[in-house]
């Protein structure tokens, strides 16, 4: 069955330190792939998004995330995290289903900033 | 993507509507529920009017989709376990997963 993984529930990084969100899915396909982020008591907004090409794709809020199909994985990168980046972040794959395509959440990473 | 209410406190056994309007004509829409640490589970989806389907998590909910701009999620009889935060999104129909999503509605059953 086709599923979405983020391993890592909570992460704690200082201001100023670099960022990795991991992401790993599976499918029998290369599925789109994206990345959402949520501030408290908000909605989701899309932070990048892969269809196809090239495998690193630029965000918004200076985000980027690398697509590598031998691992299944769709990992979020900040070289630099500010504090106004502490939210939580979803990954989220489609898979076509009956024709139609179809949304699968991550559980979600918590991303905590410390100064 | 707008959702009404934000908030909502309700006794068990009633009968609830959560509106969902978008106006950037938009094929796919879909409602989530979300639940702390448990990411969000789709309830159910439509891909144009007159078109829906369950999702992963639809028992206790209904919708309908009478035109491309309205979703709304009915729930026919309030349960304490349908106390959640719910999301409508929308979408193009061929970028299911580029979702523009509202504000959520919280709504607790007491």
């Known amino acids: 069955a086709q599923s979405v993984t983020q391993p890592d529930i909570h992460i704690t990084v200082s201001e100023g330190a670099s960022l990795e969100l991991r992401c790993n899915y599976s499918y029998g396909a290369t599925p789109y792939l994206f990345w959402y982020v949520q501030s408290p008591g908000q909605g989701l907004q899309l932070l990048l998004k892969?269809?196809?090409?090239?495998?690193l794709v630029q965000g918004i809020k200076g985000f980027e995330a690398e697509f590598k199909r031998s691992q299944s994985s769709f990992n979020l990168r900040k070289p630099s995290v500010h504090w106004s980046d502490a939210a939580e972040y979803f990954c989220a794959v489609v898979f076509l289903s009956g024709g139609y395509q179809k949304v699968t959440f991550g559980t979600g990473t918590k991303l905590q900033v410390i100064p | 993507v707008t959702q009404n209410p934000r908030y909502l406190i309700t006794v068990t056994g009633k009968k609830l509507t959560v509106t969902c309007s978008q106006n950037m004509n938009h094929e796919y829409m879909s409602w989530y529920r979300q639940d702390p640490g448990m990411g969000l589970k789709l309830i159910y989806y439509?891909?144009?009017?007159?078109?829906?389907d369950k999702g992963e998590v639809p028992n206790g909910y209904n919708v309908s989709r009478s035109t491309t701009e309205d979703f709304p999620l009915r729930l026919e009889l309030a349960a304490p376990s349908q106390t959640s935060v719910y999301f409508c999104?929308?979408?193009?129909?061929?970028?299911?997963?580029?979702?523009?999503f509202g504000q959520g509605t919280r709504l607790t059953v007491v």
């Open positions: 439509s891909v144009g009017a007159g078109i829906t």
């Open positions: 892969y269809f196809s090409g090239d495998t």
């Open positions: 999104a929308s979408s193009p129909l061929d970028r299911g997963g580029e979702a523009f």
